[in-house]
């Protein structure tokens, strides 16, 4: 296998604990890099796994410490944790809203703001935010998910304006209809349904996210690339 230049680099990944966080631990370790993961509980294995709850801030420092203490200087971060509050706009709660926001927006606020200022006295890194297809082009039932998702591609793009000058990077991976809990949770019908609108006839694998990351991640594949959303979503593009 060609290397990625990934081999002892450090990397954290937020909700790491299953799923595609989960993929992405795996992969990264398996290209030779020491991985961190963070999430409410630590049942996965693989990596050095630390309890920490990204919608607070203190928490995510907690863990940035304990994380550079046993493995050393950060190099990559991958932002992935997330939920969803699924309803129609009228039925939304202001929790609902509140929920998604501090998760997916303000954690990766908190997921970043521990490493960044090391990364640019380093002069050297990579991030990867997880965004959605949702944050790209929409969803019925999802406007607060969206929003959130959507959010996260604008601070990327700033944040890769701004980090350049360090040397570093900064892009999202916007994924499609992934084989997760949450989407093995859909009816059959409605499964069925969106299979037949993605033009590759299939939902993707957690797997897919995890090479896209680690392609983004790596100083040698993706050295020239900042600021972009990476889309895997088999074509399903409007």
């Known amino acids: 296998m ?8 450090v990397i954290v990944v937020t909700g790491g604990n299953r799923g595609i966080g989960a ?5 990264l370790i398996d290209l030779g ?12 294995p693989q990596g050095l796994g630390i309890v920490a709850d ?7 420092e907690a863990a940035a410490k304990q994380i550079e203490a046993e493995l050393g200087p950060v190099y990559g971060i991958v932002a992935n944790a997330g939920i969803t509050r ?8 202001p929790l609902d809203w509140d929920l998604v926001i501090n998760v997916n927006l303000k954690g990766v606020n908190h997921t970043i703001k521990p490493f960044i200022e090391g990364m640019y006295e380093r002069q050297a890194g990579s991030i990867v935010c997880i965004s959605s297809i949702s944050g790209d082009r929409g969803n019925a039932g999802q406007t607060n998910y969206a929003a959130t998702k959507a959010a996260v591609i604008g601070l990327v793009k700033s944040l890769a304006r701004e980090a350049a000058r360090y040397n570093i990077r900064a892009n999202a991976i916007a994924p499609g209809f992934i084989n997760t809990e949450m989407t093995l949770a859909i009816p ?38 900042s600021g972009e959303v990476l889309r895997v979503n088999g074509a399903h593009h409007t």
């Open 33 to 44: 890099a020491k991985v961190a993961y963070t999430d409410l509980a630590t049942d996965n």
């Open 23 to 27: 993929a992405i631990v795996s992969l």
């Open 54 to 60: 990204v919608t607070k801030l203190e928490s995510m």
């Open 188 to 225: 059959e019908k409605v499964r069925d349904k969106i299979t037949a609108e993605i033009p590759c006839r299939r939902f993707g694998e957690p797997a897919d996210i995890a090479w896209a990351t680690a392609y983004l991640l790596s100083p040698i594949a993706s050295s020239y690339v």
């Open 86 to 93: 699924d309803n129609f706009f009228p039925k939304l709660t």
């Open 2 to 9: 060609v290397s990625l230049g990934l081999e002892e680099k």
